[in-house]
């Protein structure tokens, strides 16, 4: 279904309510200077699914709200990717697509305030 992912990009990638993508590629460094290495053991399988969280609770108006929930969590060659379903119902989910039209919108692994 994600065959559109972009090879070297964290950009999610909305199809309906399906959502996936790169959370990130292995190499890359993040704002918090950690180094994502395919050696890293992240502990794939050892959940059923996690939240997708929308602005990691910065937003103040709307603060940490589940906006969906990651199913599959699988290390490629390149990095580590993420599907699973947006919720339709969530008043954010017409922002969240157009964000993602735009193509404003990134997988973040970076934790909840």
Sequence with gaps: MFNKILAGSNQVQIFGTSVGGYLF?????????????????????????YPILFSHGQNEDMGIEKIGTIYVVKASNDGLLVSGLLDPENEWYEAICALQEKGSLIWSAAPAQ
Excluded: A, C, P, R
């Design 25 to 49: 590629k292995w190499g890359t460094v993040d704002n918090n200077n950690i180094e994502w290495l395919q050696s890293t053991n992240y502990g794939i399988g050892w959940y059923g699914h």
